[in-house]
């Protein structure tokens, strides 16, 4: 027999078998080996609480997103497909399925938009409308239609990686600090605070997500289970990527996470300035001893919208000014310079 979900229920529709299993036989798309995943960076930086099996098919179903679907579209995992997808052992695996589509059908994402007053709000989206599974066969899901926005006709301000990168993570911790790092590819590092990354990773007792106390409150318990193992699984996938602590009164408020930007993942240096006044301004910072990784970083904050040109020129000034004022070694200029740059222009707990 076939089970339909909907409505946040796990029933049997015994009337809506037969036509739903002709309309989605007919119109779902499937899974395809070389899918992308392409969210919106708000859906990225939301928050909200699955396990890694749950992900792994959340995941596979905006990589069947297109252009053109409409709201009522079905995307389609096979059986051989989902078995590969997900890590189920022993003969639960159908009841298994099942419960984890309960699970996505209850599913609301949280989502920090801005109101008509211009306050930051969070808000509520459901993921999946509806879903369907043959026992022995095919999983059939539709995404609520609100969250449509999130993941079709995504123009800039969006994230995206290849289906396969994701699903070879062990741990859900793990995936998704992949997923907040690589909205900043581009650029190759995030700062994320403290209480941002909790707020992501879901893992504060909130009213809706039924923990009943925070997870790990004490930061060495955060590092040891969450943040360690996710260093080690990114960098034994292939991410290499480190992580530096930032504290304020000796307590931890930040993490900046680096990692190989994408121009350089892909063999290319990027950071050759466009117009006269950015050849001068590195021309200055190359006569202040900074090599090519410190002046990229600089270039990044720029393009992040963090600082701008003219403020690194300001900084130029008063920097060769102290850099004669106090005899710097030659060899120590480059140095000097570039902590300078960071105490100066992005804060000292940087």
Not at 50 to 78: C, F, G, H, P
Not at 279 to 303: E, F, H, P
Request: hydrophobic letters at 35%; aromatic letters at 10%.
């Amino acid at each position: 027999m076939t089970a339909v979900l909907e409505c946040n229920t796990l029933s049997m529709f015994e009337e809506d078998i037969e036509s739903v299993a002709a309309e989605t036989l007919t119109v779902a798309k499937g899974l395809r080996a070389d899918g992308l995943v392409k969210q919106d960076n708000k859906l990225i930086n939301g928050r909200w609480r699955l396990n890694l099996n749950q992900t792994r098919i959340y995941l596979a179903m905006i990589s069947m997103v297109e252009e053109n679907d409409t709201n009522d579209q079905w995307y389609k995992i096979s059986t051989k497909e989902l078995k590969d997808l997900v890590e189920i052992k022993g003969n639960s695996f159908h009841e298994q399925v099942k419960k984890d589509l309960y699970k996505l059908m209850q599913t609301v994402i949280y989502v920090k938009e801005q109101d008509e007053q211009g306050r930051t709000v969070d808000d509520f989206t459901s993921l999946v409308s509806k879903a369907r599974y043959e026992h022995g066969g095919d999983l059939f899901v539709r995404f609520d239609p609100d969250l449509k926005k999130y993941i079709i006709r995504l123009k800039n301000q969006f994230t995206q990686f290849k289906l396969r990168e994701a699903i070879k993570f062990r741990s859900m911790y793990s995936l998704r600090i992949f997923m907040l790092l690589k909205q900043f590819d581009t650029t190759g590092w995030r700062r994320i605070s403290l209480e941002e990354l909790r707020y992501s990773l879901d893992i504060n007792a909130t009213n809706d997500n039924q923990l009943q106390k925070d997870l790990y409150p004490n930061i060495s318990d955060f590092k040891k289970r969450i943040i360690t193992p996710a260093l080690i699984e990114l960098n034994a996938s292939g991410f290499p990527v480190e992580m530096e602590e930032h504290k304020e009164n000796r307590k931890i408020i930040a993490f900046t996470f680096t990692w190989k930007k994408r121009a350089e993942q892909q063999g290319r240096i990027d950071f050759k300035p466009k117009t006269e006044e950015g050849a001068r301004l590195l021309d200055r910072l190359k006569r202040l001893k900074l090599n090519d990784r410190q002046v990229r970083y600089l270039g990044d904050w720029v393009k992040a919208g963090h600082t701008t040109s003219e403020k690194l020129n300001q900084f130029c000034w008063g920097i060769e000014g102290n850099i004669r004022e106090k005899k710097i070694a030659a060899d120590k200029i480059g140095g000097y310079a570039y902590a300078s740059f960071k105490k100066g222009m992005i804060g000292k707990d940087f």
